[in-house]
Nanobody, 122 residues
Framework: EVQLVGSGGGSVPAGGSLTLSCAASGLHFDDQVAWYRQAAANECKLLAS???????WYSDLVKGRGSIARDNAKDTMTLGMTRLKPEDTALYYC?????????????????WGQGIQVTVSS
């Protein structure tokens, strides 16, 4: 079975840090991987992506605070975030070739992990 399994969420105080992880099984990370989040229905936001060659892209939502990494040999990926804010509270998703869905729960491309809840308290 092909699946991506995310982990690492939880409750964090504002100003804190956390790292989300994602591991693939039955799938080789041979293309773009990315992290998304969704705080409200149909508002799926691409946060960060990394190409197979290591090139990265970051949304303004996390630029300077987020760091995406991948291990192509182990088919794993991470998203580290610092200086967390209450507005970072959302469900976070990892994806392989995820595209640009409106709803992270109903993606139309690629393979996605389950939503990981991150709650940042003020």
């Amino acid at each position: 079975e092909v699946q991506l399994v995310g982990s690492g969420g939880g409750s964090v105080p504002a100003g804190g840090s956390l790292t989300l992880s994602c591991a693939a099984s039955g799938l080789h990370f041979d293309d773009q991987v990315a992290w998304y989040r969704q705080a409200a229905a149909n508002e799926c936001k691409l946060l960060a992506s990394m190409e197979f060659n290591g090139r990265t892209w970051y949304s303004d939502l996390v630029k300077g605070r987020g760091s995406i990494a991948r291990d192509n040999a182990k088919d794993t990926m991470t998203l580290g975030m610092t200086r967390l804010k209450p507005e970072d509270t959302a469900l976070y998703y990892c994806a392989h070739r995820g595209g640009w869905p409106d709803d992270c729960e109903k993606p139309t491309h690629g393979r996605w992990g389950q939503g990981i809840q991150v709650t940042v308290s003020s």
